[in-house]
T-cell receptor, first 114, second 114 residues
């Protein structure tokens, strides 16, 4: 069965650079979520999109932005990177309109900011 | 504000033991509760999802129960194996506010020793 795809899997950037993370949800899923997980921490919700519209916003810094495209893939854009942005970034998708809402996670992108 | 707590934070058992991981949440107004497994530095794998109207779910050697009124869930692992070693996280999908994001516990780090 198709799973959530994230790219790249690993990314190394310098401070003040920008990064773009991509997420391809499971086909037919209508909702995409972005989470950030620091070392030894639980995942922190950043932002979600339902049917290409932003549906909820969590602890996403103003330096970050995200969008969902017509093909339902989503991109998380991160600018003016800081050392503290080093983390695992997960994308998840779910089929909310069918009521179950189970979230399926991608393998994550490990971002390292030097 | 919904808070999720997992006890114990870490657990080490010999192979073959049956074990129970605990998850508690402060607000019983939830849509569902999900148990995840995470291997070190890796992605999140959904193990079981329990809807708020359900009492338990089973998958192989795993059994998850939900007592919504007391704000508790347990994950029972039968006949543990070294391959079960991982961090187990529970997350709830609250009814309050925008109901799409998950609220996470910090996880239980499980080591099953051969």
């Amino acid at each position: 069965a198709a799973g959530v795809i994230q790219s790249p899997r690993h990314l190394i950037k310098e401070k003040r650079e920008t990064a773009t993370l991509k997420c391809y949800p499971i086909p037919r899923h209508d909702t995409v979520y972005w989470y950030q997980q620091g070392p030894g921490q639980d995942p922190q919700f950043l932002i979600s999109f339902y049917e290409k519209m932003q549906s909820d916003k969590g602890s996403i810094p103003d330096r970050f932005s995200a969008q969902q495209f017509s093909d339902y893939h989503s991109e998380l854009n991160m600018s003016s990177l800081e050392l503290g942005d080093s983390a695992l970034y997960f994308c998840a998708s779910s089929l909310v309109r069918e009521g179950l809402g189970e979230q399926f996670f991608g393998p994550g992108t490990r971002l390292t900011v030097l | 504000k919904q808070e999720v707590t997992q006890i114990p934070a870490a657990l080490s058992v010999p192979e073959g033991e049956n074990l129970v991981l605990n998850c508690s949440f402060t607000d019983s107004a939830i849509y569902n509760l999900q148990w995840f497994r995470q291997d070190p530095g890796k992605g999140l794998t959904s193990l079981l999802l329990i809807q708020s109207s359900q009492r338990e779910q089973t998958s192989g050697r795993l059994n998850a129960s939900l007592d919504k009124s007391s704000g508790r869930s347990t994950l029972y692992i039968a006949a543990s194996q070294p391959g079960d070693s991982a961090t187990y996280l529970c997350a709830v999908r609250p009814r309050a506010g925008n109901n799409r994001k998950l609220i996470w516990g910090l996880g239980t780090s499980l080591a099953v020793n051969p």
